[in-house]
T-cell receptor, first 111, second 115 residues
Framework: GENVEQHPSTLSVQEGDSAVIKCTYS??????FPWYKQELGKRPQLIID?????GEKKDQRIAVTLNKTAKHFSLHITETQPEDSAVYFC??????????FGAGTQVVVTP | GAVVSQHPSRVICKSGTSVKIECRSL??????MFWYRQFPKQSLMLMAT?????????EQGVEKDKFLINHASLTLSTLTVTSAHPEDSSFYIC???????????FGQGTRLTVV
């Protein structure tokens, strides 16, 4: 089955700097890659997703890149703000249609 | 976005009893629902994938006779933890989506404590 690996596990950035989280996946047939943000005590919320037919997608301060050949995808957050502090999960829908998650990255944005 | 409602949000039960958790998609038809278990400060571990009208597909290591999943309609899936034990105490969260490569929406989760 699909194996999604995510790095780093924790990320501390100064407000205004950029944050980058990287994920790799194992199932070459995977074709949908969402990113979720989970604040403490809350449910995960989708922040951006990308499908395998594109290499990059941007939504304001958030962008995701996908390299299908290397089987990795990354989340980029620019101009970070304190409210960006949360746990971020990458995920991949594998060839069976299962949505598998990475281990998560605790992002802390310090003022 | 779409709404997925999960109940109960918290439940405490005695060891040996069963607990049923409901997951409803309120404003869309969920062809697929996922059930995850999340330990503190850890990831979402997929337990099973449920497609409406068919048997759930369980992940390796998840006992299907212990975690009974029913997805009888396009808006409701249930997870029943049978003969619960303290080690089953965890945060269980469901997710539902309308199509294969579409956004999956999460329920608010259920904190299960077995005493």
């Amino acid at each position: 089955g699909e194996n999604v690996e995510q790095h780093p596990s924790t990320l501390s950035v100064q407000e205004g700097d950029s944050a980058v989280i990287k994920c790799t996946y194992s199932d070459s047939a995977s074709n949908y890659f969402p990113w979720y943000k989970q604040e403490l005590g809350k449910r995960p919320q989708l922040i951006i997703d990308i499908r395998s037919n594109v290499g990059e997608k941007k939504d304001q301060r958030i962008a995701v890149t996908l390299n299908k050949t290397a089987k990795h995808f990354s989340l980029h957050i620019t101009e970070t703000q304190p409210e960006d502090s949360a746990v971020y999960f990458c995920a991949a829908t594998d060839s069976w249609g299962k949505l598998q998650f990475g281990a998560g990255t605790q992002v802390v944005v310090t003022p | 976005g779409a709404v997925v409602s999960q109940h109960p949000s918290r439940v405490i039960c005695k060891s040996g009893t069963s607990v049923k958790i409901e997951c409803r998609s309120l404003d869309f038809q969920a062809t697929t629902m996922f059930w995850y278990r999340q330990f503190p400060k850890q990831s979402l571990m997929l337990m099973a994938t449920s497609n409406e009208g068919s048997k759930a597909t369980y992940e390796q290591g998840v006992e299907k006779d212990k975690f009974l999943i029913n997805h009888a309609s396009l808006t409701l899936s249930t997870l029943t933890v049978t003969s619960a034990h303290p080690e089953d105490s965890s945060f269980y969260i469901c997710s539902a989506r309308a199509g294969r490569n579409t956004e999956a929406f999460f329920g608010q989760g259920t904190r299960l404590t077995v005493v």
